[in-house]
C-alpha cells in the first residue's frame, strides 16, 4: 500500500483555470482524493506541501545564511514582499511564503518602507534583489546544480494511492 509515481515532470501549476482543470481530469481518472502532486525525496513520495518545507524554506534558508548580505538588505528594504508573476498569473506564490517563515522563524520583520518584488515579471522588476532573491536564481538545497524552480518544476510528479504493494 502507498503512493505510486504515474506521471513525472508534469510541469508548472499554471493559472488557476488550468490548475482546475488539471485537477479534475485527475479526479475522473483516478478517482478524487486517490492522486497527489508531489517530490520523490530519498526514494519516496513526498507530498507537495511537506516540500515545501524540505526543499523551498530550506532553499532560501541556505541562500540567507551563505549571502547575509542579501538578508540585511531585504530586511532594510521592505515594508512588503510581493511575487510579481503569481500576481499576473494567478500562479501560486511560493517564494514569499518561504521567506516570511524564514524571516518569522529567525525573529525578524521587515523594516523598511518599500514594495519589494520577489522575482520578476515580464523582465521588470522592482529591485536587483528581486532578481537574486526569484527562485530562478536561488539554488536548490537538494541539488545545488539546479536553481530552486529547475528542480521545483522538473521533479514534480504525480502520485496516485495503490493499495498493491
Not at 508548472?12 to 482543470?21: D, I, K, L, P, S
Not at 482524493?33 to 513520495?45: Q, S, T
Not at 534558508?61 to 503569481?86: G, M, Q, S, T, Y
Not at 500576481?87 to 529567525?106: F, S
Request: glycine fraction near 8%.
Amino acid at each position: 500500500m502507498g503512493w505510486q509515481v504515474v506521471e513525472r515532470k508534469i510541469g508548472h501549476a499554471g493559472g488557476e483555470r488550468q490548475r482546475t482543470a488539471r485537477q479534475r481530469e485527475w479526479d475522473h481518472k483516478y478517482g478524487a482524493d486517490a492522486w497527489a502532486v508531489g517530490y520523490v525525496i530519498d526514494n519516496e513520495f513526498v507530498f507537495q506541501d511537506d516540500a515545501l518545507g524540505s526543499v523551498y524554506y530550506r532553499s532560501y534558508e541556505a541562500h540567507f545564511r551563505d549571502h547575509p548580505v542579501d538578508l540585511k538588505e531585504l530586511v532594510a528594504r521592505a515594508k512588503v514582499l510581493r511575487n510579481p508573476h503569481a500576481e499576473a498569473t494567478t500562479g501560486v506564490d511560493l517564494q514569499v511564503p518561504a521567506i516570511m517563515r524564514y524571516l518569522r522563524e529567525h525573529g525578524m520583520e521587515l523594516q523598511g518602507s518599500e514594495v519589494v518584488d520577489i522575482g520578476t515579471w515580464q523582465g521588470e522588476r522592482s529591485h536587483p534583489i528581486s532578481v537574486r532573491l526569484s527562485p530562478l536564481h536561488i539554488r536548490c538545497v537538494l541539488d545545488d546544480k539546479l536553481t530552486l524552480e529547475e528542480w521545483w518544476q522538473s521533479k514534480k510528479c504525480l502520485a496516485v494511492w495503490s493499495e498493491i504493494a
